[in-house]
């Protein structure tokens, strides 16, 4: 019998052929269409919560001037943007987005193994973020007791959204939750089962492992915010006390008693840690391609570096607790949690290591996915070390809730992953569109949105040494804050503005680039994985025509001695000596050499 | 190859294909049943998780042990025989024989039916006894566990419901033989998950 490929021995694949314009694009089974909806919807909520960030900004730099928000809309606004950015928008877009576009063409495969349960997840996703908006039109609003809902706080009377708002945000996790574990399980599946021939795990690209790990962490992350959501949904409707204990309400007892908030603090940080690098790892995974690609050099230690996301992946269950220094816990829980904390930023650091040693006598091309990518290693190596200084308890416990852990978590997980996912549109745009986009506004919104955050960022580290609290409407008059610290809230707002701004650059390089770009051609970059060599560009439903690749080399055989081009894509047979013509290489096409 | 030999691979020092007709690293396995491996691990985290929380909270002062209905006991055998059915379809589907495997996989399904019944009529006579959701957490972990647990029953009940159509309407054993081995082990899954709780629910 013919090798008939494990993706190809599914006779189903031909009933998932669209036939009208709404299976084509609206319920659509085809992972590039639900990729594209799923990031689309990402990119729209991350505007609304980053309008609301803007909203803050101008509350905290010119307090008395502009009545944009009272108290309690500034407490919506700091819980809605918090869990908006790292819920609904970057791991929507980072795994719901790319790895849905991703994974079938890195992998060699046609589609998802389910693609009717790929489809299911986009729609319940936008469900989730109908509920979630819903609560901006409800009865007392949107719940405002910070992205971590700690009970009690956020059922008492005093926080905005205590009755429908919070109800609405659980439920809304929950069904988010239901979406993630229906996309992971395809993921996950996809990248075991459907891998074209020849594609072993550790010849796949650094972004599927990314995804691959990431992906395994959500899944078994996300049930302890599902649990947490429903013990305390039970809690509000039915006046259970899981988490509630004996409360006082503006001089009435509450009905609940002896339940244990702190319980919930372990339950919420067990997920809101590996949540961070659900984020972070496809990002990492991304960027190393990314930086690969444009040094035109196999990225360094490669199978460190998938060592590193699988240790990362481990440890990070282990490190919930550093959230809770300042809980009261038992202070032998801090140095257990210290201890492993500081272990987790060893296979950290080695992968910073390893980008910047990949760059060390690359042929670089300095294109816009290119500055991106390097940006994301200075964000990130910043983040960083901001991380070890919270991770030692001592330290932590002045700058707990501080403005230097706003500073330290928005260059960690805010601005790195922004700027990869940048990189990342801007790398794949190409292949998506079939156009190229606007080279020099791309690298306009680089030098905004780089210098603007840093100018954002970096000072407020300062503020949390000067002991500014986070998630204040308003400081009011303290000893122990000097009156200049508002100058530099008067910046940082300034500089926000304009990053804000700044983002419309994208927009209109995207959709300008969709009818008046240049054509790229399949393969601008001259990239050696599988996704870049589809017999299509955009790739058509189905992705590879007749017959699917055979791999016959790792991802990454750049700047090879003695091969014809620079590279060497990942399905041309080792006997064969590569021809221009089998690369879709286009050198007119090329313009990252441009303005080095 | 072992897990251990495909992490330490040198990726860039072999070429050629690799692995013969399937990718090294793939399961020998259905795709399906590959996923629904998944989700029994993601299903144990979820049980686990609360667990944990369970015996934090015993912890607490205002703690009060649980009432034993005897009914659980009933119940538990009903869920005990869904499972031995669903084994004994798994068993006939697997030697490709037709003879008694629509009553096997359909009752098992309706076995479960009778347990989820059974579940409910325990909560009813436990809130004519006055314990009620709110009475105190070891009632409130109790329905909480047993309504989460007859959720991932009713999720199995579904795809059971497809099986069985599929199954009247004259499917082949062959054919059907992944559907109703998938659905056995998901049972059985739902069974330990139910002894474990049961056993901690009547003990603490
Ligand atoms: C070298 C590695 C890292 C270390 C040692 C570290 C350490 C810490 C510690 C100790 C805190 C708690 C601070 C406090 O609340 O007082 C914290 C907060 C935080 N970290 Fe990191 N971190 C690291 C990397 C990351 C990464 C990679 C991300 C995300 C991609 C991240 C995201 C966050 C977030 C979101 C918070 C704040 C959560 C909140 O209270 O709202 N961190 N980090
Ligand atoms: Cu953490």
């Given at each position: 019998m013919a090798y008939v490929p494990l993706a190809d021995q599914d006779s189903e694949m031909e009933m998932h052929h669209p036939h009208s314009w709404v299976t084509k694009y609206v319920w659509s089974q085809d992972h590039k269409v639900i990729a594209i909806q799923y990031g689309g919807l990402a990119i729209a909520v991350g505007v609304v919560a980053l309008v609301l960030s803007l909203l803050m900004r101008m509350q905290l730099g010119f307090p008395e001037t502009f009545d944009l928000i009272d108290p309690s809309s500034y407490y919506q606004s700091v819980t809605m943007h918090g869990m908006i950015m790292v819920v609904y928008m970057l791991t929507a877009l980072l795994l719901g987005g790319f790895g849905n576009y991703l994974i079938p063409l890195m992998c060699g495969a046609r589609d998802?193994?389910?693609?009717?349960?790929?489809?299911?997840?986009?729609?319940?996703?936008?469900?989730?973020?109908?509920?979630?908006?819903?609560?901006?039109?409800v009865d007392g609003g949107p719940t405002g007791g910070g992205w971590t809902l700690y009970p009690p706080q956020t059922a008492m009377a005093g926080t905005p959204g205590h009755d429908m708002g919070i109800v609405l945000m659980l439920l809304s996790l929950a069904v988010f939750i239901v979406a993630f574990t229906m996309g992971g399980l395809n993921y996950v599946t996809t990248i075991l089962q459907y891998r074209c021939r020849g594609l072993t795990m550790m010849r796949l690209p650094l972004t599927v492992w990314g995804i691959f790990i990431a992906t395994i962490l959500g899944l078994f992350a996300f049930p302890a915010l599902l649990v947490s959501a429903i013990m305390m949904l039970f809690d509000m409707l039915l006046g259970t006390s899981f988490f509630m204990p004996a409360v006082i309400e503006s001089g009435t007892p509450l009905d609940h008693n002896g339940g244990s908030p702190i319980l919930f603090q372990h339950l919420f940080w067990f997920f809101g840690h590996p949540e961070v690098y659900i984020v972070a790892l496809p990002a990492f995974g991304l960027v190393s391609d990314v930086l690969s690609t444009h040094a035109r050099k196999n990225i360094f230690g490669y199978r460190m570096m998938v060592w590193a996301i699988i240790a990362i992946g481990g440890l990070s269950f282990i490190v919930w607790a550093h959230h809770m220094y300042v809980s009261g816990m038992n202070p032998y829980f801090g140095f257990f949690f210290a201890t492993t904390t500081l272990i987790i930023a060893v296979p950290t650091a080695l992968k910073v290591y390893n980008w910047v040693l990949t760059l060390w006598e690359g042929d670089i091309r300095l294109n816009a996915p290119m500055y991106f990518a390097i940006g994301f290693i200075f964000t990130f190596i910043h983040g960083g070390l901001t991380g070890l200084f919270l991770g030692n308890v001592v330290i932590d416990l002045p700058l707990s809730d501080t403005y230097f852990v706003v500073a330290h978590f928005h260059m960690v997980m805010g601005v790195s992953p922004v700027l990869v996912i940048f990189a990342a549109l801007y790398h794949w745009y190409p292949k998506v569109t079939g156009r190229m986009f606007h080279e020099g506004m791309a690298k306009a919104h680089f030098w905004c949105t780089f210098l603007g955050t840093y100018a954002i960022y970096l000072p407020m580290h300062y503020l949390g040494f000067l002991g500014v609290p986070r998630r204040y409407y308003a400081m009011g008059s303290t000893d122990f804050i000097p009156e200049t610290a508002q100058d530099l809230n008067v910046t940082i707002t300034y500089a926000a503005l304009f990053v804000g701004a700044a983002q419309l650059l994208f927009f209109i390089n995207i959709f300008w680039s969709l009818r008046n770009g240049e054509?790229?051609?399949?393969?601008?970059?001259?990239?050696?994985?599988?996704?870049?060599?589809?017999?299509?560009?955009?790739?058509?439903?189905?992705?590879?025509?007749?017959?699917?690749?055979?791999?016959?080399?790792?991802?990454y055989d750049y700047s090879v001695p003695g091969a014809h081009e620079d590279f060497i894509p990942q399905n041309v047979p080792e006997s064969v000596e590569p021809t221009a013509d089998e690369q879709h290489f286009d050198p007119s096409h090329d313009t990252s050499k441009a303005d080095v | 190859m072992s897990l251990y030999k495909q992490l330490t691979?040198?990726?860039?020092?072999?070429?050629?294909?690799?692995?013969?007709?399937?990718p090294e690293g793939a399961f020998e396995s259905p795709p399906e049943r590959v996923a629904l491996g998944f989700f029994l691990v993601i299903a144990s985290v979820i049980f686990s998780l609360l667990g944990v929380s369970y015996v934090i909270r015993m912890s607490l002062p205002d703690w009060e042990p649980l009432a034993d209905p005897s009914q659980l006991w009933l119940n538990t055998g009903l869920l005990f025989i869904s499972s031995v059915l669903f084994q004994w379809a798994r068993n006939t589907a697997k030697a490709g024989k037709q003879k008694n495997l629509i009553t096997a996989f359909v009752g098992g399904g309706v076995f479960a039916l009778l347990f989820i019944m059974g579940q409910m009529l325990t909560w009813d006579s436990l809130q004519e006894a006055g314990y009620l959701v709110t009475s105190n957490p070891a009632n409130s972990f109790f329905y909480l566990l047993t309504g989460l647990h007859i959720a991932h029953l009713l999720g199995g009940l579904w795809v059971w419901s497809k099986a069985s159509i599929r199954l009247l309407s004259g499917s082949k054993p062959e054919d059907m033989s992944l559907s109703i081995e998938l659905c056995t082990l998901y049972w059985h899954f739902l069974l330990i998950i139910w002894l474990v709780m049961f056993a901690i629910l009547s003990n603490t």
């Open positions: 998802m193994v389910f693609p009717f349960l790929n489809m299911l997840s986009v729609w319940v996703y936008a469900l989730s973020v109908i509920i979630l908006m819903a609560s901006f039109f054509k790229s051609g399949p393969n601008p970059w001259g990239s050696a994985s599988l996704e870049w060599q589809t017999p299509d560009t955009p790739p058509v439903h189905g992705n590879w025509g007749d017959e699917l690749p055979t791999v016959y080399r790792w991802a | 691979d040198k990726p860039w020092e072999r070429k050629g294909i690799l692995g013969g007709l399937n």
